[in-house]
């Protein structure tokens, strides 16, 4: 591993609130969820969590997030190096289940072996999917890194989570670009078109985009829209954005719902043999990401 920038934070701590809060009616009966009451102590901070970002993702920040993480020029490492590396930070999300987050990439991986074990790529994306988290180590506040992503440049939906309230300080919310309907976008653009809140989705998806057009390799399509857009709940969950899908959206929408029964619903303590799955793994990351990847 080579760090082109020195981190700011060598124990980064991390709050993941995709996990800790889903008000969807739907999601209620699922598997391992905890849904925190506003009056705890965790319910609060998760609450602060998404004022702050949605008061600060706006078109103009997403730009500047987009200007500094896309040169790829912080840091260089393998893919199991990266992967390590997550191991330092500080998951508070669930102060029941003191687990690395390297445990949660392969229990996730081997999760989705079990349901495909023919899609060896798809076996990769879930031991992966996590890694844009790496930027934490680098300063970006939590609300940038983890937390639900949603279309930035249109009026904000309102099954996002806590509402029109939370975005009260968006500035994008009082310009006539921005605070319409279709805002910037044109009906049926496509979802792959549209501009997302900054956080880790997007990042690796770059990230993985800019290394396999180096290497010539290519993981499919529906693993890089699972890795893009699993944090989209007001979209692929809410069911809102209609307007701005296209009808390749629909094949997108069906795979990153695909991908995220076993994302959500992984962590137990149930712990996989790492050392002895590694192997399998490598020679995975030796046909789909080889190499050095710049971050």
């Known amino acids: 591993m080579k760090l082109l920038m020195g981190k700011v934070s060598d124990n980064p701590e991390l709050l993941d609130t995709s996990e800790l809060l889903r008000p969807e009616e739907k999601l209620k009966d699922k598997e391992a969820f905890r849904d925190y009451n506003k009056d ?22 997403v730009a500047s997030k987009h200007d500094k993480w ?3 020029n912080h840091m260089e490492a393998t893919v199991m190096e990266a992967l390590d590396m997550l191991n330092e930070l ?23 072996r079990e349901v495909h074990p023919d899609k060896e790529w798809y076996h990769l994306v879930g031991l992966i999917h996590d890694m844009g988290k790496i930027m934490a180590f680098y300063g970006e506040p939590q609300w ?10 249109c009026k904000h939906a309102p099954s996002i989570v806590y509402g029109e309230d939370s975005f009260k300080l968006n500035k994008d919310v009082e310009d006539e670009r921005y605070n319409t309907k279709l805002g910037i976008y044109k009906e049926g653009c496509g979802f792959e078109n549209v501009t ?5 989705d997007e990042y690796l998806y770059q990230v993985l985009k800019n290394h396999m057009a180096k ?32 009808e390749k959206d629909k094949d997108i929408m069906k795979w990153v719902l695909e991908f995220n029964k076993f994302d959500l619903y992984t962590k137990s ?27």
């Open 269 to 295: 303590t149930k712990i996989p043999d790492i050392a002895a799955l590694r192997p399998y793994y490598q020679t995975l990351v030796d046909k789909y990401l080889p190499g050095i990847i710049s971050f």
């Open 90 to 112: 500080v998951d508070e999300s669930d102060p029941d289940l003191d687990l690395p987050n390297i445990v949660h990439a392969f229990q996730t991986a081997e999760r989705i």
């Open 40 to 61: 705890d102590e965790l319910g609060a901070r998760v609450k602060k969590t998404y004022y702050d970002m949605h008061s600060n993702q706006t078109m103009d920040f």
């Open 144 to 153: 940038a890194v983890v937390g639900d992503t949603f279309p930035v440049g």
């Open 70 to 72: 896309l040169k790829f």
């Open 215 to 246: 290497v010539k390799t290519e993981i499919p399509k529906e693993g890089m829209w699972g890795i893009r857009f699993h944090s989209c709940y007001p979209w692929h969950t809410g069911e809102d954005y209609k307007h701005l899908m296209n």
């Open 196 to 200: 997302m809140s900054w956080g880790h």
